[in-house]
């Protein structure tokens, strides 16, 4: 994964579980049972839409951009 990019995600809890998404990465959540977990998601999830991107031709957006 990038070590330069740090992408931002917001935490919220539902009725059963916790969730994450990224304003920079559309599309990119993940769900979990704890912080730690989501957070653990949401790192694997961000190295994957990136991969995805980069695949496709596509550059990863900037952080906050």
Known sequence: MRGAMTYAFGIERG??????????????VAVGESRAEVCGLMREAI???IEELEGG??????PGA
Request: proline content about 17%; overall charge negative.
């Open 57 to 62: 031709g596509q550059a990863a957006p900037a």
């Open 15 to 28: 009725p059963k579980s916790l969730w994450a998404q990224m304003p920079d990465l559309p599309g990119c």
């Open 47 to 49: 190295e994957f839409y």
